[in-house]
C-alpha cells in the first residue's frame, strides 16, 4: 500500500470508473494513481462480495472501513520529528569543508542507535532540502541576449612534428530565446582571440543582440562583485563598435546564465562525444568538424517541441537583431623589438620568434600585431609580415630571410635515404648500387649522408654518364667509396676499356699461399 492514503474522492472516482468498465491502465492514467497503488484498493473493494454500483451507494465512513485500516495506514513516526529538527543545524555544518552526509549520519546513529539508515536519512534530508533548491523560469524575448561562457573541458590538435598535443580551449555562445549555438575552438583563452571569436559568432548569427552575457571572465570583466561590474577599456570599445551591451553575472553564480550552462552540457553531447575518435593537426581543420556538427545539432527538433533550433532562430528571433558594421572589430597590439644575431625579432605576449632579412641584425623595431597577423617594421617601413603563430618557444622563419650558407644547411636538413636513392635512381642502376652500398657502409646511416651527398655532387660535375661508367667500373671490387669514385672521374679511368675483365682480380702467383700453409 502507498505510504500516502489517496482522498475520499479519488476512491469514488476509482469505483465510479471501475463501474463503467474502464480498465486498470486507463483508470490508472485518468487519476494519476500507481497501478500498484490501484490494484491495492481494488482487491479491499473486491473483498467486501459488493458490486461496485452498490459500492458507489455506501456513505463515506463504510468506505473508510473498507479501505483505511490500521494495518495499511502509515503510522506516526515519532523518528522523523525528531530528524526534522536537526536538519537546519545539518544544512549548515554541510557547508563546512569535509563534512559530509555520512559523517552527519554517522553522528546521527551514535546519539539515535534507533535511528533511521543511511539510505532513509539521505532521503528525507534530500526532501527537506528541495524547497531550497527551486529554480525560476526565465522568458527570454526574441534578439534580447546573447550568452558567453568556455567550457570547463579543451579539445585538442596535435603538433605534426613533436606529436604533442596541445590545448584548445573552447568558447559556447547560445541565443536563450531560440537555443540557437554558436561553437568555436581558440588557441587560447586570451582577451584578443575571446572578441575575435565574439566578432566571428556576431558573423554567424548574422546580427546583435541587445545585451551580450557573461561569466565573470578577467578578460571580460575588471571589477565584478554582487552589486556592480566594469569593463576594461578594450572591451567598452568592442561593444561600442557592435552597439550592444555588455553584462556579466554575479560571482559564483552560474545559474544566471543557465541557457549557455546547458548548451556546454549540449556541447559535450553532440561536440566532444563525437571527436573523441578524430585527429586533428590545425585549430582550422578542429573548427571546420565543429562547424558542421553544429549545423546537424541545430537542425534536430527539440525533444518536446515539433520545431528546431533552426527554424526558432530564422523565423521568430534573427529579424529582432540588429544589423552588424560594416567592419568587423580588430584588435591591434604594437610592442618593440631588437633585432637578434639568429634574425629573429621576438613577440614578447607569446614569447614567439619572427624573422626579418638578416641585413638588419641588430637594428630595433616597431612590432603591431592582432589575433592573425604580425608586422614587423623599421620606421615607416614595413620588412616582414607573418601569419600569427602561438607556439611558445617556437620559430617563424622565411627563406628569403636567410643568410645563404644558413638557406644551404637547412636544405641538408632533409636528407634522409630516400631522397638520395631517389636521386640515384635518376642516373642509373649502377649509380643505384653504389648508394646502397654508401648508405649500407655505416652502423648509423646519417654518418653516410655526407659521402652520398659527395657523390651526388660528382655527378652533377661529370654528368650522369661518366658517373654511372664509374660506378659500374667501381661495383666490381668489394667495396665501394666516395674517395673510389673520384679517382675513377679524376683519371678518366671510366673512360678506358678494362683489358683484364676485372681491374681488381688478384692475378696467381707464387707468393700466395694455399689452405696448407695453416694447418
Not at 54 to 64: I, Q, S
Not at 89 to 110: C, D, F, H, N
Not at 479 to 488: A, F, L
Request: glycine content about 6%; charged content about 25%; overall charge positive.
Amino acid at each position: 500500500m502507498a505510504n500516502k492514503p489517496i482522498s475520499m474522492t479519488q476512491v469514488r472516482r476509482i469505483i465510479q470508473l471501475k463501474s463503467a468498465g474502464l480498465s486498470k491502465l486507463k483508470i490508472s492514467q485518468n487519476l494519476g494513481i500507481h497501478r500498484k497503488t490501484l490494484n491495492e484498493y481494488l482487491f479491499k473493494l473486491e473483498l467486501t462480495g459488493k458490486s461496485y454500483q452498490d459500492l458507489l451507494g455506501c456513505d463515506e465512513a463504510e468506505l473508510a472501513a473498507i479501505v483505511y485500516n490500521t494495518r495499511n495506514t502509515p503510522q506516526p513516526d515519532s523518528r522523523l520529528d525528531a530528524l526534522q529538527k536537526r536538519f537546519p543545524s545539518y544544512a549548515r555544518e554541510l557547508k563546512a569543508p569535509g563534512v559530509t552526509r555520512q559523517i552527519l549520519w554517522q553522528e546521527y546513529k551514535m546519539n539515535n542507535p534507533d535511528g533511521y539508515g543511511y539510505t532513509q536519512f539521505c532521503e528525507h534530508f534530500s526532501r527537506y532540502n528541495k524547497p531550497n533548491k527551486a529554480t525560476m523560469h526565465f522568458d527570454h524575448r526574441p534578439g534580447e541576449y546573447l550568452q558567453v561562457d568556455f567550457a570547463g573541458k579543451p579539445l585538442y590538435i596535435v603538433d605534426r612534428q613533436s606529436g604533442e598535443l596541445i590545448p584548445c580551449p573552447v568558447l559556447v555562445c547560445v541565443l536563450p530565446f531560440s537555443n540557437y549555438p554558436y561553437i568555436e575552438a581558440l588557441p587560447s583563452t586570451r582577451q584578443v582571440q575571446l572578441f575575435s571569436a565574439l566578432n566571428r559568432c556576431l558573423e554567424s548569427i548574422g546580427g546583435v543582440p541587445r545585451n551580450i552575457l557573461s561569466d565573470n571572465m578577467k578578460q571580460y570583466v575588471s571589477k565584478n562583485d554582487r552589486y556592480e561590474f566594469k569593463f576594461p577599456e578594450l572591451v567598452d570599445q568592442w561593444s561600442l563598435h557592435y552597439g550592444t551591451n555588455l553584462e556579466a553575472t554575479r560571482p559564483r553564480k552560474p545559474k544566471d546564465k543557465p541557457s549557455v550552462e546547458n548548451n556546454v552540457h549540449i556541447g559535450y553531447l553532440r561536440v566532444y562525444a563525437e571527436l573523441r575518435n578524430e585527429t586533428f593537426f590545425s585549430l582550422f581543420d578542429l573548427n571546420k568538424r565543429i562547424k558542421q556538427l553544429i549545423g546537424q545539432h541545430i537542425h534536430i527538433p527539440f525533444q518536446k517541441k515539433p520545431y528546431t533550433r533552426y527554424e526558432q532562430f530564422t523565423k521568430q528571433e534573427k529579424s529582432f537583431l540588429n544589423p552588424l558594421p560594416s567592419e568587423p572589430f580588430i584588435i591591434k597590439h604594437n610592442t618593440k623589438g631588437k633585432v637578434q644575431m639568429n634574425y629573429h625579432v621576438i613577440l614578447g605576449e607569446d614569447k614567439h620568434q619572427y624573422s626579418v632579412p638578416y641585413q638588419y641584425i641588430g637594428q630595433r623595431t616597431k612590432i603591431i600585431y592582432d589575433e592573425e597577423n604580425v608586422e614587423i617594421f623599421i620606421g615607416f617601413e614595413r620588412i616582414a609580415i607573418h601569419k600569427r603563430d602561438y607556439r611558445v618557444g617556437g620559430y617563424t622563419t622565411l627563406d628569403e630571410h636567410m643568410p645563404e650558407n644558413h638557406l644551404r644547411y637547412k636544405q641538408t636538413r632533409g636528407w634522409d635515404a630516400d631522397y638520395f636513392m631517389a636521386e640515384a635512381a635518376k642516373i642509373g642502376d649502377c649509380s643505384v648500387d653504389v648508394f646502397k652500398r654508401v648508405l649500407a657502409s655505416k652502423e648509423f646511416i646519417e654518418q653516410t649522408y655526407l659521402s652520398c651527398k659527395g657523390l651526388k655532387r660528382l655527378s652533377e660535375i661529370y654528368g650522369p654518364q661518366r658517373f654511372e661508367a664509374a660506378c659500374q667500373r667501381a661495383m666490381k671490387g668489394t667495396r665501394v667509396n666516395y674517395g673510389m669514385i673520384k679517382n675513377i672521374l679524376k683519371k678518366n679511368l671510366d673512360k678506358q676499356q678494362d683489358p683484364h675483365g676485372d681491374i681488381f682480380a688478384i692475378p696467381k702467383h707464387d707468393n700466395i699461399r694455399g689452405e696448407e700453409s695453416y694447418r
